[in-house]
């Protein structure tokens, strides 16, 4: 087959297909003020080693969620979108979280992660 002739094919079924999705979006109503999904919410989540660099956000968690200190010693730390949530201390399990974020499942991972942790 021709090189020229299969680009021009492409081009022209790429271009079809976009304009197909356009008609359905506007046909169902599906544009940029739909709510956002559990896939984008988890879309960029991170689980990890608090560094001495994360001393502000343990601070500011722990003021969030009432505790009088953030958690102490070697810490897991849960971000959503690049801001961090919640928190748990992997020397006595201590916890702080976000109250105002959707944080029960991820503390659910820190906890999980922790016993990775121990057993490793």
């Given amino acids: 087959m021709q090189p020229g002739l299969t ?35 988890w879309a960029s989540l991170t689980v990890r ?9 343990l601070e500011r968690l722990a003021a969030l969620d ?8 070697p810490v897991l730390i ?3 979108m ?6 748990l201390s ?7 979280a976000d109250p105002f974020a959707p944080t029960c499942e991820l503390v659910e991972l820190l906890r999980l992660r922790a016993r990775q942790l121990r057993g490793a």
Wanted: cysteine-free.
């Fill in 66 to 73: 009432g505790a009088e200190t953030p958690p102490s010693g």
């Fill in 82 to 87: 690049a801001r961090p949530v919640a928190a």
């Fill in 7 to 41: 680009a021009a094919l492409a081009a022209s079924r790429q271009a079809e297909m976009l304009e197909q999705a356009r008609a359905r979006r506007r046909l169902f109503g599906r544009g940029r003020d739909r709510a956002a999904g559990p896939s984008t919410r």
């Fill in 78 to 80: 849960g971000s959503m």
């Fill in 49 to 57: 080693l608090a560094t001495s660099a994360d001393r502000p956000a």
């Fill in 90 to 96: 992997l020397s006595d399990g201590h916890v702080v």
